[in-house]
């Protein structure tokens, strides 16, 4: 039940003030508030406040978000735009959820001849892009009689005959989340991103 409200605002930073004229930096400016119904979720939404923004001549050249409404097709649709999505990307799932499996950073991806080898060396067996509910991906396939004898087995795959699938989304995309998720490890990023936590007095304010 109820609503949620989607806030957007500019960034002032405090040490941005003119040491000459002594004149403080540009305060906070609300750019765009969006309300929905309460259940939509947040990465529905970075697109259409992008929209919102687009339609008002204030599209952000960097946008800080929280994880909520950072992905892979965010990234590359504020891309698109000319925006530098900047948001926390959770990391990947690992095939049966058992975190010590080998995960995809871990294999070597020939986009261009449509194979991947696996951490032991081993070359991909079939390569087929499909429709995984409405986003395309890539599902990777390696020869079963070369993975049931592989001394790291119970590392690789949860099956107790078949060999390793690996998932992957188009080459775009995966590339632009891999960097993104490695950028994001930085000092640097981090110092970036601490900007976004302005936001939380602005919604706390419009809350009371």
């Keep these: ?33 969006a309300t929905t119904p309460a259940p939509v979720t947040d990465h529905e939404m970075t697109g259409l406040v992008h929209d919102q923004q687009e339609d008002h001549q204030v599209l952000p050249g960097e946008h800080a978000v929280d994880a909520g409404y950072a992905s892979a097709d965010a990234l ?9 999505l900047l948001g926390p990307l959770l990391a990947g799932a690992p095939p049966g959820g058992r975190a010590r499996l080998f995960p995809a950073a871990a294999f070597t991806i020939d986009w261009d001849h449509h194979q991947v080898t696996c951490p032991r060396g081993q070359l991909s067996a079939s390569w087929t892009c499909y429709d995984d509910r409405g ?15 592989c001394p ?57």
Excluded at 23 to 28: K, R, S, T
Excluded at 135 to 149: E, M, Q, Y
Excluded at 185 to 198: F, I
């Design 135 to 149: 986003r395309d991906s890539v599902i990777v396939k390696f020869p079963p009689a070369a993975c049931r004898p």
């Design 152 to 208: 790291v087995r119970a590392r690789c795959t949860t099956s107790k005959t078949g060999g390793r699938q690996l998932g992957l989304r188009p080459r775009e995309v995966h590339q632009a989340l891999t960097a993104a998720r490695a950028a994001q490890d930085t000092d640097a990023w981090k110092a970036r991103y601490r900007a976004r936590a302005g936001i939380e007095g602005t919604i706390s304010q419009a809350t009371h």
């Design 76 to 84: 590359i649709a504020a891309r698109a735009r000319g925006i530098t």
């Design 1 to 33: 039940d109820g609503y949620k409200t989607h806030w957007s605002e500019t960034i002032s930073d405090p040490a941005g003030d003119d040491p000459v004229t002594r004149c403080p930096a540009l305060p906070n400016v609300v750019t765009n508030v």
